[in-house]
């Protein structure tokens, strides 16, 4: 049993009224609750993780993009965490914070020099290419499902398109997929098998670093390996975990998420039969609104500082509240509502740690292939099961589906499909 981790740190009263980041309030009305915390404390909230582990999650606009571009204020390398005294060593969150040698959490030169190569590396992609490799994968998996007249679009489509995708990119075997589904998941849940399921991730990098040198090709990992960065082969694959963790969950939720917001949303509905206009605008919406990555951990204090009206002490964990941030009445028209085309969200982050832009570029063609291709050959599709009845996954960390039943017409197939 995981020894639980003593609540409220001393000094810290705040702490003493700390919402809890577990539960099912957060698995069905994350809104409210960001809502609600707003009320209480501001655009800074004292909450606690599992096992009683106190943090700071940021959910102001301006107050998220201060901790992210203040570098010298709130650092990103997780060892000068004040609480790691009293972690245990199988706190199934863990993996999400122990300081490992990878992108996630350098600093300063170091960092640059890591995301120069992943940039360049991303960089280098051919966008016509790309998109019409996401339109041989879509079809594929929708013949996998197109002769049945029902499918879960989560499981047989939104969690495999962006790791056939990454797989193609990275130089990895299809016939991983499952495998790499399953480990990415039980990482991101932090249940009891997380440390295990990173682990394995990074035997896989390994392998495929130790292939690819031996073996180059026209892949990100072979031209990661070259870049004039000098990266070496335990950097390389410590970083392409970190890519494709952050390439897959992320774009898979946003794919499911704009589905599901076109499926249940009558300002869309009527656009399900040949009208591709709406597409950009659930992709857009869903970012806003339901914004695949809710919490990012995080930042940790580099010295005493005060943010939000709270006192931070140094070495405290801070966390990102994306979607909290998005949410912001600040950054909302007076309705509530985001401005239709405003990109202005913060689901990539923000300062020298946000997802790079090639990156963001490579998950919109994605996501948008996605659902484009999935309309255009399902157009009558339809949510198999009431709304209300869509479970969520319990997690405080992303705004993702279990499963996204949905039922059409079967159709004809184009050939290709997975065995």
Same mark, same amino acid.
């Given at each position: 049993?995981?020894?639980?981790?003593?609540?409220?740190?001393?000094?810290?009263?705040?702490?003493?009224? *700390?919402?809890?980041?577990?539960?099912?309030?957060?698995?069905?009305?994350?809104?409210?609750?960001?809502?609600?915390?707003?009320?209480?404390?501001?655009?800074?909230?004292?909450?606690?993780?599992?096992?009683?582990?106190?943090?700071?999650?940021?959910?102001?606009?301006?107050?998220?993009?201060?901790?992210?571009?203040?570098?010298?204020?709130?650092?990103?390398?997780?060892?000068?965490?004040? *609480?790691?005294?009293?972690?245990?060593?199988?706190?199934?969150?863990?993996?999400?914070?122990?300081?490992?040698?990878?992108?996630?959490?350098?600093?300063?030169?170091?960092? &640059?020099?890591?995301?120069?190569?992943?940039?360049?590396?991303?960089?280098?992609?051919?966008?016509?290419?790309?998109?019409?490799?996401?339109?041989?994968?879509?079809? @594929?998996?929708?013949?996998?499902?197109?002769?049945?007249?029902?499918?879960?679009?989560?499981?047989?489509?939104?969690?495999?398109?962006?790791?056939?995708?990454?797989?193609?990119?990275?130089?990895?075997?299809?016939?991983?997929?499952?495998?790499?589904?399953?480990?990415?998941?039980?990482?991101?849940?932090?249940?009891?098998?997380?440390? &295990? *399921?990173?682990?394995?991730?990074?035997?896989?990098?390994?392998?495929?670093?130790? +292939?690819?040198?031996?073996?180059?090709?026209?892949?990100?990992?072979?031209?990661?390996?070259?870049? !004039?960065?000098?990266?070496?082969?335990?950097?390389?694959?410590?970083?392409?975990?970190?890519?494709?963790?952050?390439?897959?969950?992320?774009?898979?939720?946003?794919?499911?998420?704009?589905?599901?917001?076109?499926?249940?949303?009558?300002?869309?509905?009527?656009?399900?039969?040949?009208?591709?206009?709406?597409?950009?605008?659930?992709?857009?919406?869903?970012?806003?609104?339901?914004?695949?990555?809710?919490?990012? *951990?995080?930042?940790?204090?580099?010295?005493?500082?005060?943010?939000?009206?709270?006192?931070?002490?140094?070495?405290?964990?801070?966390?990102?509240?994306?979607?909290?941030?998005?949410?912001?009445?600040?950054?909302?028209?007076?309705?509530?509502? +985001?401005?239709?085309?405003?990109?202005?969200?913060?689901?990539?982050?923000?300062?020298?740690?946000?997802?790079?832009? !090639?990156?963001?570029?490579?998950?919109?063609?994605?996501? +948008?292939?996605?659902?484009?291709?999935?309309?255009?050959?399902? !157009?009558?599709?339809?949510?198999?099961?009431?709304?209300?009845?869509?479970?969520?996954?319990?997690?405080?960390?992303? @705004? +993702?589906?279990?499963?996204?039943?949905?039922?059409?017409?079967?159709?004809?197939?184009?050939?290709?499909?997975?065995?």
């Amino acid at each position: 049993m995981t020894e639980s981790v003593p609540t409220p740190p001393p000094g810290c009263p705040a702490h003493r009224a *700390a919402a809890p980041l577990y539960g099912p309030r957060f698995q069905t009305d994350p809104t409210q609750v960001y809502r609600e915390l707003r009320a209480a404390h501001g655009p800074v909230a004292p909450v606690e993780l599992a096992g009683g582990v106190p943090a700071w999650l940021v959910i102001g606009y301006r107050e998220l993009q201060l901790v992210t571009s203040q570098p010298k204020l709130f650092g990103r390398d997780s060892s000068r965490w004040n *609480a790691w005294p009293r972690i245990p060593a199988d706190w199934p969150l863990r993996p999400m914070m122990t300081p490992v040698p990878s992108i996630l959490y350098t600093e300063g030169t170091e960092h &640059q020099r890591r995301s120069s190569a992943i940039t360049d590396t991303l960089a280098a992609v051919d966008p016509y290419e790309l998109t019409k490799y996401c339109e041989r994968i879509a079809d @594929r998996l929708i013949d996998s499902f197109a002769g049945r007249g029902e499918a879960d679009l989560v499981a047989e489509y939104a969690h495999r398109m962006p790791l056939l995708v990454l797989c193609w990119l990275l130089g990895l075997d299809d016939a991983q997929v499952p495998v790499l589904i399953e480990n990415l998941l039980a990482m991101l849940d932090g249940g009891p098998d997380a440390q &295990q *399921a990173s682990q394995r991730l990074l035997t896989v990098m390994l392998e495929l670093v130790e +292939a690819k040198r031996a073996e180059p090709g026209a892949d990100l990992t072979s031209r990661l390996l070259v870049h !004039p960065a000098g990266l070496s082969d335990d950097e390389v694959v410590r970083d392409l975990r970190v890519l494709l963790a952050a390439g897959h969950q992320p774009t898979a939720y946003w794919i499911a998420n704009a589905l599901r917001l076109m499926l249940t949303d009558d300002r869309f509905a009527a656009s399900l039969v040949g009208g591709r206009r709406s597409v950009g605008q659930a992709l857009g919406e869903a970012l806003w609104e339901d914004t695949p990555t809710q919490i990012f *951990a995080g930042r940790w204090a580099v010295r005493d500082t005060q943010l939000g009206g709270q006192r931070i002490a140094a070495g405290d964990l801070v966390l990102l509240g994306l979607a909290g941030a998005n949410a912001d009445p600040a950054v909302r028209q007076p309705t509530g509502e +985001a401005a239709e085309g405003n990109r202005a969200h913060l689901s990539f982050s923000h300062g020298e740690h946000r997802c790079p832009f !090639p990156a963001q570029e490579a998950a919109e063609v994605i996501a +948008a292939t996605a659902v484009e291709v999935l309309l255009d050959r399902l !157009p009558d599709l339809r949510l198999a099961v009431a709304e209300h009845a869509l479970v969520w996954r319990p997690s405080a960390w992303v @705004r +993702a589906l279990v499963a996204l039943p949905v039922g059409f017409t079967p159709s004809t197939t184009t050939g290709g499909a997975f065995g």
